[in-house]
């Protein structure tokens, strides 16, 4: 699973267990790899799901 960071634009993703990724100004952070994915926010309104066809998806509330 990937996420944008909607305030600097970054796109993470987490490749493996234990490979915890942030953006570049670190408002969000994922971690888990393909095996859970473990989400953190400052403000979770600012953050998007990115779908592997790109698609952007806003489910955080």
Do not use: P, Q, W
Not at 16 to 27: G, M, Q, R, T, W
Not at 45 to 52: A, N, Q, T, W, Y
């Amino acid at each position: 699973m990937k996420i944008k960071c909607l305030i600097c634009g970054y796109i993470i993703e987490s490749k493996s267990v234990h490979d915890l990724v942030s953006c570049k100004c670190e408002s969000c952070y994922i971690d888990g790899g393909s095996d859970y994915a473990h989400i953190g926010a400052k403000d979770f309104s600012k953050i998007v799901k990115v779908l592997d066809d790109g698609t952007e998806v806003k489910d955080y509330k």
